[in-house]
């Protein structure tokens, strides 16, 4: 287990959040992000994950990350987003990193400054980061890929293609781990698990069940504890 906080940066506005960790490894499950970390002396990016990941840690070892809004990575990074999937990848083996930012002091700084750098440098189109974030939100609103390619006026296709690009997987499998995770978000808040499931829009708990052992090993009672 480990101990987790997030808050909104203070030069960004994106998620800052820290991670302390309490045990030998961590256990990471998917939450339809790319994110920026400063982990084990590194900075890194983190790809979006399909399915959980266990990382080596030491009792006590700090992990800070910045949460990347959608389309964010593929407009800074200028790779595919799927290229990165279930990847941790150092930022200099993607672009020319920018000068040298002291982590020691104060790392969500450190991150924020880093984004900044990334962002005046690389210019991003707006309009492709408003799609998105509009796709981001069909996702969280459970659309079908249908509803979804209808809203924006793209071809089933084109709609798998760019979500590639921008998330790192396909529409339908956003859709599903957004759900996942609000399941979740609802069941650690202390919702029993059948309604947490059909809140989420889980046709039952054993759906529910189903889904939290595939995408991340674990049953959602598990899960909540942790």
């Known amino acids: 287990m480990a101990n987790y906080a997030a808050r909104r940066g203070a030069r960004t506005g994106a998620t800052v959040w820290r991670v302390r960790a309490d045990g030998p490894q961590q256990h990471i499950v998917p939450d339809g992000v790319l994110d920026l970390m400063w982990f084990q002396g590194r900075l890194v990016v983190a790809g ?3 399915r959980a990941m266990t990382v080596r840690t ?13 389309g964010v990575a593929n407009a800074l ?3 595919p987003a799927d290229e990165l999937t279930d990847r941790r990848i150092e930022l200099a083996e993607l672009v020319s990193p920018p000068k040298h930012r002291s982590f020691e002091a104060d790392p969500a ?6 984004l900044l750098d990334l962002w005046a440098r690389a210019d991003p189109d707006r309009s492709l980061l408003r799609i998105a974030a509009s796709l981001d939100r069909a996702a969280r609103d459970g659309l079908s890929v249908r509803e979804t ?13 760019l979500s590639g690009r921008l998330f790192g997987y396909g529409p339908k499998s956003l859709a599903q781990i957004h759900r ?27 759906h529910f069940t189903r889904e939290a052992k595939r995408l991340a090993g674990r049953t959602p009672a598990a899960l909540a504890r942790a």
């Open 77 to 79: 990074l200028g790779v």
């Open 109 to 114: 700084d450190a991150l924020e400054r880093v």
């Open 149 to 161: 390619a209808d809203r924006h006026d793209l071809s089933e296709r084109s709609l798998r293609r």
């Open 180 to 206: 996942f995770q609000r399941a979740l978000h609802l069941a650690r808040s202390g919702l029993p698990l059948g309604e947490a499931a059909a809140t989420a829009g889980y046709v039952d708990q054993a």
């Open 58 to 70: 030491r009792p006590g070892e700090v992990t800070w990350g910045l949460r990347l809004a959608p």
């Open 48 to 50: 979006a994950d399909t």
